[in-house]
């Protein structure tokens, strides 16, 4: 099995930095981050919008962050995340904001698909009335050439597969469907060959990682800071993949470790390290 093109996701170059956290901007500049990527193999970045505006902010524009990873070989562009985009009043105000910003950057970098999140509280929009939601952010990324990857989480109103894929199946968007991890997929209670049950045409991106079969602290905790290197964990990734050939999935793969002890790698090392790691399941 030959290896895919591989997505540094933002949290695998960013340091010593939790995504749940207030202060969540990436430790490194993103130039760093991008030849860190491309020297250890990767195809592409994911980016994280605060630190899209950060860049921004220091007087530098899209143009040049396109240079750069014209530069730097990397074609693959992913956007992250959107939150509250079925939502109402304040949360929907601040959820248009950030989707005008994350279509501004796919506009300008040419992205592949951005990742939304699930809703979590028991009064968002849910079935039909999510799904009318989901198939106009659909409509709307699509003017922009994007793709939009829904995150099945197991702590979210979607909480599995099966649940994840009704959803965006009852949205038929030809440019939305699921964005799986196999650490969601795993910690919801599922197997990976369940993926192979999902038609293609609803997969829109795949991430790695590995972890221990038996949870450690709470299930946020867990995925925050206790993910491993692939192949340093119990997850079969090998029939992860095979799972998602056989559903027909052909895309590229994102890289993201959680991890307090990676967090703490050199960019260089953690870079080359989760390729390295990451590439060799599809030799298994």
Request: hydrophobic share 45%; with cysteine.
């Amino acid at each position: 099995m030959g290896a895919p093109q591989l997505i540094a996701t933002c949290w695998t170059t960013a340091g010593d930095v939790r995504p749940d956290r207030p202060d969540n901007l990436g430790r490194f500049p993103l130039e760093q981050r991008i030849e860190a990527a491309a020297r250890a193999g990767y195809a592409g970045n994911g980016f994280w919008l605060g630190d899209l505006i950060a860049w921004q902010e220091r007087g530098l524009g899209y143009a040049a962050l396109k240079q750069r990873l014209a530069d730097a070989g990397q074609h693959l562009v992913e956007l992250e995340f959107l939150i509250d985009w079925f939502a109402a009043g304040q949360r929907r105000a601040q959820s248009d904001a950030a989707r005008a910003q994350l279509f501004r950057a796919a506009d300008a970098l040419g992205a592949r698909h951005v990742k939304v999140m699930p809703p979590f509280l028991p009064d968002d929009p849910q079935d039909a009335d999510l799904a009318a939601e989901f198939a106009e952010l659909c409509e709307e990324a699509a003017g922009h050439g994007l793709m939009v990857g829904l995150e099945m989480l197991p702590f979210s109103s979607l909480p599995n597969l099966e649940a994840a894929l009704g959803m965006v199946a009852a949205a038929n968007a030809p440019n939305g469907g699921l964005l799986i991890d196999i650490w969601h997929v795993v910690r919801a209670g599922g197997v990976v060959a369940d993926v192979a049950q999902v038609p293609g045409r609803f997969i829109i991106a795949a991430e790695l990682c590995d972890a221990m079969m038996a949870m450690q602290d709470s299930i946020t905790e867990d995925t925050m800071r206790h993910r491993k290197l692939c192949g340093e964990g119990e997850f079969d990734i090998p029939g992860f993949i095979r799972a998602l050939g056989e559903a027909g999935y052909d895309g590229p793969y994102g890289v993201e470790i959680l991890s307090d002890a990676f967090r703490q790698l050199p960019l260089a090392e953690a870079a080359q390290r989760s390729f390295d790691t990451s590439a060799a399941q599809f030799k298994r």
